[in-house]
């Protein structure tokens, strides 16, 4: 048997979920989108993620097709029914069905899609031994700040830079780094302060970049938000990405320059372990968790 997915109000098999040519998810990119991860059957981050789709949707004027406590359910009965020990679970909402028109009609039934995917996200090869990211022009358009599913831009750069070699790319915009295809860039600076944007409408408010900045803090490690330039990163004494997916993932080549000696730094690594104990360990009694 194939996945368990849930798509407009039921849980289905994969190959028994459909949606409407006319849903402007499909037409115009008109929906939002959430990945929770699962490590050890426990979702990671939720609350975080959660307060992101409610407010990326609030954004687009896009109602909640449920409670927020339905959502969590349905969350966790995919695991349940998929029997997900590490992985993801993904949930879109799209504004509704209505024949193709720019202007959409007022009233729309909001369509909610949600899925699991199997995969490793703990002690992968990249979190062990380091990427190396490209560097390209950001090409999106000024609400990055907002989870859509408008992800061409994203994908395009994506398949550049696996084709060269590299394995994610971080955009530039105005001379400065503003986030990696699907994560949170980050540098060390020679002194030990670790260093990420501040939130704003140009790039996306990492839920695992919130995590990881509050772990710096409950550790007393040195943090900056600022924009940095890519000739900053390529200088800097270790540089590492954060993705619900990806966790903590050194990043050991900016472009062409490699990172201090090539390997993943002593700053990096300890935020790895913090954050997999974090995310290993118990969960708030209030949350509803597979």
């Not at 990945?35 to 307060?51: P, S």
């Not at 990881?212 to 540089?239: K, N, T």
């Not at 993705?243 to 700053?267: C, H, L, N, Q």
Request: charged share 20%.
């Amino acid at each position: 048997m194939g996945r368990v997915v849930y798509c407009k109000g039921a849980f289905v098999p994969e190959g028994d979920a459909h949606l409407s040519i006319f849903d402007r998810g499909f037409l115009f990119g008109d929906a939002v989108y959430e990945v929770t991860a699962v490590l050890g059957g426990q979702m990671i981050d939720n609350d975080a993620h959660l307060d992101r789709f409610e407010r990326s949707l609030a954004a687009l004027a896009i109602p909640l097709p449920v409670p927020r406590a339905e959502i969590e359910r349905i969350q966790a009965e995919l695991i349940v029914q998929n029997n997900l020990a590490e992985g993801t679970v993904y949930m879109q909402v799209s504004r509704g069905e209505a024949d193709r028109d720019f202007l959409y009609p007022e009233g729309l039934s909001a369509n909610l899609v949600a899925f699991t995917q199997a995969r490793k996200l703990a002690d992968t090869p990249s979190q062990k031994n380091g990427i190396a990211v490209d560097l390209a022009a950001d090409l999106r358009w000024q609400r990055r700040d907002i989870k859509t599913a408008m992800l061409l831009g994203q994908v395009l750069l994506k398949h550049q830079a696996r084709a060269n070699g590299f394995g994610d790319v971080w955009m530039v915009e105005d001379g400065l780094v503003t986030e990696g295809s699907s994560s949170t860039a980050f540098i060390v600076t020679a002194d030990g302060r670790v260093v990420t944007r501040p939130n704003s409408h140009v790039a996306l408010p990492g839920c695992t970049r919130k995590a990881v900045l509050r772990l710096c803090d409950s550790h007393g490690l040195r943090l900056e938000e600022r924009p940095f330039s890519p000739a900053e990163a390529q200088g800097a004494a270790e540089a590492f990405l954060t993705s619900a997916s990806s966790f903590v993932t050194p990043v050991i080549r900016i472009g062409d320059v490699t990172i201090a000696d090539g390997k993943p730094g002593p700053m990096t690594r300890q935020l790895q372990a913090y954050y997999l104990e974090a995310a290993r360990g118990p969960r708030p009694a209030s949350t509803c968790r597979a």
